[in-house]
């Protein structure tokens, strides 16, 4: 084949196109997005095939990870803030427990992309209370006792408590934010809860 029409067949036919495809959801490219993404993540496949990429070697590891967030940088210059995060949550939801909880209950769209942004504020202030050696184990457990019931409180208000009730029963990342949690109700002093933005 010609230089031109290898590419146009790749951009329909290869791997790399078809898992964009797949993985897209309710995420609309334009034809230029789609060849501007394809570029990088084309590259990207390339450099860490399964077929070459050694996992347990910790150097191989550690490019991987730099070329993931070069990757990352540079979807988002292509698609914009506002766009990438369509693009992240439409590709985290079609692998997601939520997926099913958005067909069944007839969540817009809108709302699931709210419920991703609390998850990835949720997430990072779990890891900062883990990481901070400030707090006794009694203190961390109450912090992310108290972050994981306004987790549960917020997205109740955004999906609704029986549509979040089924999300976390059917297996989520909420019941990993402290899985000894049982109750949605646990408070945490003003302090603490200023520290961690819980207001």
């Given at each position: 084949m010609l230089g031109t029409d290898l590419e146009e067949y790749e951009l329909r036919m290869s791997q790399t196109a078809m898992m964009m495809r797949?993985?897209?959801?309710?995420?609309d490219?334009?034809?230029q997005e789609f060849r501007d993404v394809f570029a990088v993540k084309k590259e990207f496949d390339e450099l860490f095939s399964?077929?070459?990429?050694?996992?347990?070697?910790?150097d191989?590891?550690?490019?991987?990870?730099?070329?993931e967030q070069l990757m990352k940088d540079t979807i988002?210059?292509?698609?914009g803030n506002d766009r990438y995060r369509i693009y992240k949550y439409e590709q985290s939801l079609q692998s997601s427990s939520l997926r099913g909880i958005v067909k069944e209950y007839d969540i817009p769209r809108e709302q699931v992309y709210d419920v991703y942004d609390i998850k990835d504020i949720a997430e990072n202030k779990a890891s900062e209370i883990r990481q901070n050696g400030g707090l006794t184990p009694e203190q961390s457990a109450a912090a992310l006792d108290a972050l994981r019931g306004e987790t549960e409180r917020s997205i109740g208000n955004i999906i609704g408590t029986e549509a979040r009730d089924d999300y976390i029963e059917k297996g989520s990342w909420i019941r990993r934010l402290n899985p000894e949690s049982q109750s949605t109700q646990i408070?945490?002093?003003p302090e603490m809860r200023a520290r961690y933005g819980l207001e």
């Amino acid at each position: 084949m010609l230089g031109t029409d290898l590419e146009e067949y790749e951009l329909r036919m290869s791997q790399t196109a078809m898992m964009m495809r797949m993985s897209s959801g309710k995420f609309d490219y334009s034809e230029q997005e789609f060849r501007d993404v394809f570029a990088v993540k084309k590259e990207f496949d390339e450099l860490f095939s399964p077929l070459t990429f050694n996992s347990s070697d910790p150097d191989q590891r550690e490019a991987r990870k730099e070329a993931e967030q070069l990757m990352k940088d540079t979807i988002v210059e292509v698609l914009g803030n506002d766009r990438y995060r369509i693009y992240k949550y439409e590709q985290s939801l079609q692998s997601s427990s939520l997926r099913g909880i958005v067909k069944e209950y007839d969540i817009p769209r809108e709302q699931v992309y709210d419920v991703y942004d609390i998850k990835d504020i949720a997430e990072n202030k779990a890891s900062e209370i883990r990481q901070n050696g400030g707090l006794t184990p009694e203190q961390s457990a109450a912090a992310l006792d108290a972050l994981r019931g306004e987790t549960e409180r917020s997205i109740g208000n955004i999906i609704g408590t029986e549509a979040r009730d089924d999300y976390i029963e059917k297996g989520s990342w909420i019941r990993r934010l402290n899985p000894e949690s049982q109750s949605t109700q646990i408070r945490m002093d003003p302090e603490m809860r200023a520290r961690y933005g819980l207001e």
